[in-house]
């Protein structure tokens, strides 16, 4: 697998309920970073997580990384239609600026 | 206009012509980089800039020119285009580089490619 895959590749929920997507990643890092992309559209960053943090919180967004296993999870509370989007996740090895970003997870928000 | 802007945002193209894609930032960030994006790979990065007049490759760099005479402006060349590159391309530009504690990517609208 790439570094930086996402699981689920895609989800389905209701609004208002909580959205998780997971992140797996290869080498040792700096950071990690969130982002989201609305259809067509450029992709925004959401938030970013150092490695010597365990978890960060920005609004209805919860991140946690853990770096023993490689891997970060991406957690969105309280659902909204207009969260539906595509997000990915973000790395570089440390010492590098060549990111990689995953394949991304298309979430849709039922309202 | 203030941002980071890409042009053309939608170019059709021929087998062996050359193309190039612009990028305009006007934040005067250090760092520029150009991906791709294609289904089932997610992005792909072909190039970065850490500086003017400095340029490294990415994942992705065969068939790709790039380079950064000034800060804002950061093109893309393909020197013969081939249907594999059939794709969308992203600009991007960060204010730090990838170990500094904050290096945000802020990215530009897309440029959507099609090689005939």
């Known amino acids: 697998s790439q570094q930086g895959e996402e699981d689920p590749q895609a989800l389905s929920i209701q609004e208002g309920e909580n959205a998780t997507m997971n992140c797996s990643y290869k080498t040792s890092i700096n950071n990690l970073q969130w982002y989201r992309q609305n259809s067509g559209r450029g992709l925004v960053h959401l938030i970013l997580i150092r490695s010597n943090e365990r978890e960060k919180h920005s609004g209805r967004l919860r991140v946690t990384l853990d770096t023993s296993k490689k891997s970060s999870s991406l957690l969105i509370t309280a659902s909204r239609a207009a969260d539906t989007a595509s997000y990915f996740c973000?790395?570089?090895?440390?010492?590098?600026?060549?990111?990689?970003f995953g394949t991304g997870t298309r979430l849709k928000v039922l309202a | 206009d203030a941002g980071i802007t890409q042009s053309p945002r939608y170019k059709i193209t021929e087998t062996g012509r050359q193309v190039t894609l612009m990028c305009h930032q006007t934040w005067s960030h250090s760092y520029m980089f150009w991906y791709r994006q294609d289904l089932g790979h997610g992005l792909r990065l072909i190039y970065y800039s850490a500086a003017a007049d400095i340029t490294d490759k990415g994942e992705v760099p065969d068939g790709y020119v790039v380079s950064r005479s000034k800060t804002e402006n950061f093109p893309l060349t393909l020197e013969s285009a081939t249907r594999s590159q059939t794709s969308v391309y992203f600009c991007?530009?960060?204010?730090f580089g990838g170990g500094a504690s904050r290096n945000e990517q802020f990215f530009g609208p897309g440029t959507r490619l099609t090689v005939l």
């Open positions: 973000a790395t570089a090895p440390s010492g590098t600026y060549k990111y990689i």
């Open positions: 991007a530009s960060s204010s």
